[in-house]
Each structure stands twice: as C-alpha cells, then as structure tokens.
C-alpha cells in the first residue's frame, strides 16, 4: 500500500516537470493528420493513369446493375452517387466481394458491390460497424474536451456487443484528475461535444498503412506506439488499419459506418475509474447511440439510457510498461475544457 502511494506520488511529481515540454493537443492533431494527407496522397498516386474496373452491384432493385468505374479512385460511395439518393444517404457499410469495406475506401479491382443499412433484413455488419464508430467519436471528445493543462491517453476502443447495452472507450487522464469524478452536468457537456461532430457530418476516412507510417502518426504517444505494434503483428498483411474524422486520428479493428451525421441519438452515460494500471487509473468511458433511421421514444430512450450508465465487462486489454508519465499543472474543479 504504501510502495502504491510513493509511486503515485513519484507519477504526479514527474508529471509536473514535463508539462512545459508537452506540444499542445492540437498540434499533435495536426501533426497527425498531416502524415495521414501525406500517405493518403502517396497512396493515390499510385494509381497515375486512369484504369477501369466493373463493379456488379446487389441489391433490393439493384442485381444486374453494373457500374464501370475508375480503378483506385472510385469507392463505394462513388457508386452510391451513380444510383440514386437513397443510396447516398442511407448506406452506412459496404460488403465488397463478400468483405465489410468503408464507403470511403477506394476499389482497386473488379468486384462485385452491396449497399448495406440499418433497416437491411440482416443488420449484424452494419450494427457493429456503428457500435465501433460511437465508441471512435466517443474517444474524439475525449482527446479534445480537456484543457490543455491535463493529459489525456487514448487506451483503445474494445469490441463490445451491441446488445451490452453500451459502447466502450478506455481513457487514461491526467494524473491529478485521478479523484474527479465526472458530474452530470459534465457528461451532459461530453454529449454536447460529440453532438456538435455529428452536426459536421464528418467522414471517416480509412487508411490502411504500414506499421512505419502508423508509428509516426502516434510518434507523440507510447502507448499507441505499442498498439500499432500490436495490431500490426496481429495482421496476416502486417499493417493497421487508420481512420481520419476531421482532424482526429484513430486507429481502428474494423471499418467504421461512413459519416458521423448517420448517428442521431447520442449520449454519454458514464466514465467509470477501474484500476491503476502502467500508464496511471484506467477509466471507461461509455455511452449509448441510436442511427438516424432508428430513432426512439424519449420514454424507450430513457430506458436505454439508464442500463447504458451501469459498468459493461470488456476483455482487458493487453498492458505495457510505459515511459515516465508527462507532467501536467494544479487540478480545476471543471477540467473540461469551456468550449465543449
């Protein structure tokens, strides 16, 4: 007990110190997206001649469709656009010769091409593909709701049913916020954020890089260093797969459905503290959402609302040994940051 309470002491003395040192959050956001443009444009420029490809799309009123399209550069929202405006706006995921496939990312060969929604007779892809998108926004107010003052470590977004009741993001906060414990008033404000980024309808662009490039985005973080690793050896290709919303990095298990502005109904319910982990008190974050074509009754919503606040069991995540934590100033009785 006591060899705890030197450590935490030790963590918040080293944390003090390096403040000064810490580049401000959004320039790392910058920095970030900066290399994810750079590969982004690398990877376009591939693909320097115009090449064709056909694409056989499926669908209620779509098998016999083809589309001939520009190999590298058309994606299945491209498609979309070349069908009618339904499928513009409601399609969230694609499946490309059977596989779950971003609208955003591209097609590099013949294949064949289904549209999938909420309201699809099957929606298990669909619904997971929003489940990890929730959990993605959820960790972009996170990253950005704080003063600059305090530290904010993105631990991951673990796969969690739909059927939990909640989606999941695991946070590590500065260390002198180890005995805040958000209000309801700030999680009302953590809403309001996440919000606002569906207002935007933001994409989410994906990338698949190699472990080099994904280091380098996450240069500022060892514990997405580490991940990125882990994720890579994972990987039977040996690489990860990014996603961009707005000027936010994330890497991500799976696809993500195309845009925030899909999500409707969307509120964070609870930030739980777990334990003391390597990299200071691990908390989770959760929330519960509901896509635009699927709204509820504020009474139904009400419901979900209440079991989404009660402590969802994820597998843990696997640990590392992390550097000396960076140091932070004086704790505020309200860290978050006025803009959210």
């Not at 056909?54 to 669908?59: A, D, W």
């Not at 097609?107 to 993605?136: E, G, I």
């Not at 996170?142 to 969690?160: Q, R, Y």
Request: charged share 20%; hydrophobic share 40%.
């Amino acid at each position: 007990m006591v060899s705890r309470t030197v450590c935490q002491v030790l963590q918040r003395r080293f944390a003090t110190a390096a403040a000064a040192a810490r580049a401000p959050a959004a320039e790392v956001r910058s920095r970030r997206s900066a290399v994810f443009s750079r590969e982004q444009a690398r990877q376009r420029a591939l693909y320097p001649r115009i090449e064709k490809i056909e694409v056989s799309v499926h669908g209620p009123g779509l098998d016999g469709t083809m589309l001939v399209m520009n190999k590298g550069m058309s994606t299945p929202l491209s498609c979309a656009r070349h069908l009618a405006e339904y499928h513009v706006a409601n399609s969230a995921l694609a499946l490309v010769n059977g596989e779950p496939w971003s609208l955003h990312q591209p097609l590099t060969q013949s294949c064949s091409l289904t549209l999938l929604t909420f309201k699809d007779s099957d929606p298990m892809l669909v619904n997971q593909a929003y489940w990890r998108s929730c959990a993605a926004l959820l960790g972009q107010v996170l990253e950005t709701a704080f003063k600059d003052d305090f530290t904010v470590e993105l631990l991951g977004t673990p796969e969690v049913a739909v059927t939990s009741g909640a989606f999941c993001c695991n946070v590590v906060l500065d260390p002198q916020l180890d005995s805040w414990t958000p209000s309801e008033e700030s999680l009302r404000s953590l809403s309001k954020g996440a919000q606002q980024l569906i207002h935007h309808d933001l994409a989410w662009e994906p990338l698949e890089v190699a472990p080099s490039v994904a280091l380098e985005v996450f240069s500022h973080s060892r514990c997405k260093q580490e991940e990125v690793e882990q994720k890579a050896a994972q990987n039977p290709k040996g690489t990860v797969t990014l996603h961009r919303c707005g000027d936010h990095v994330l890497l991500s298990v799976g696809p993500l459905v195309a845009r925030t502005g899909l999500c409707a109904q969307y509120e964070v319910t609870a930030l739980h503290s777990l334990e003391q982990g390597p990299w200071g008190l691990h908390r989770q974050a959760q929330g519960v959402s509901l896509p635009l074509q699927l709204q509820a009754h504020h009474t139904v919503w009400k419901k979900l609302r209440q079991r989404a606040e009660k402590l969802v069991e994820v597998p843990r995540l696997e640990e590392v040994a992390p550097p000396p934590p960076p140091e932070s100033t004086a704790t505020s009785d309200q860290p978050l940051a006025a803009s959210v």
